[in-house]
């Protein structure tokens, strides 16, 4: 069986090479569903659906033991429900395993006090973070700022815009006294370096924190280890394939993938 990564785009081939340089082994299928990206703009009604027939896809066509959503909205609106509904009844025994609450952990381990976030307007609208926060410590504060243009300008070649649009959205964060800021969206891990240089802050970059809470649950969950198949074997699929889909994917796994184009819908 297959370890699953998750994203509405292609931020989650990102999460998924950063998964395959800390366990090197494990078969690892991802799948974008580009047909229906974005998600952020999304309503929560939406985001299920297509969240729902995703994991269908990577359960039943995959034969994926576990999944990470990596993506920040699908985890902020949909993961719930399909936790407590959906697989008990579907596919028990199987897993999906979220970002929003591993990332929190990890702000909370470093000592932070003021956080900000970054993230779609879906993720923070929801407040999902900030929910989930109070429950573990209702001290810390947390400032969000919705993000809606940045997807649009990794996913379509336009870095060169990106540090004026940046600059409005981050400056209101600085002016709070952030001591940290989590980057909650697939596709801000390419944004990290230019972050953490341009405002000098220390940045919580999803890429480099699931690859090691996934460690630490596998460890921790031998029985989903078991299971998983050790070929160092990847996949990759979308909903949706185009010529820029396949050189955006090769970049964000820093060498040459196949992408193939899978349909989702049956399943929905
Ligand atoms: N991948 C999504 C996330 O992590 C952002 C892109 C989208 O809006 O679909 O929230």
Redesign the pocket.
Known sequence: MKLGVF???L??IMIAKAIRDLLPNIDIVCLG?TM???????SEGAIYTHTKAAMEYLFADQDCQLIVM???????SALRKLQQEYLPQANPGRRILG?VVPTIEYALDQGHKRIGLI?????VNSNVYEEELQKINPDIEIFQVNT?LL?PLI?NDGMEWVEGVLDRYIKPLLDKNIETLIL?????ACLKDLIRQRYDIDVIS?DEIIPIKLQDYLNRHPESMDLLSQNSAEEFYVTDLTDSYVRKAASFFDKGIQLSHVSTDKAA
């Open positions: 994203d509405s785009g931020g989650g569903d229906h990206m974005p998600y952020g703009n999304r990596a993506c920040n909205t699908a985890s902020a970002v993230g779609t307007n879906y993720t809606p997807v996913e909650s969206c697939t596709h801000y999803q």
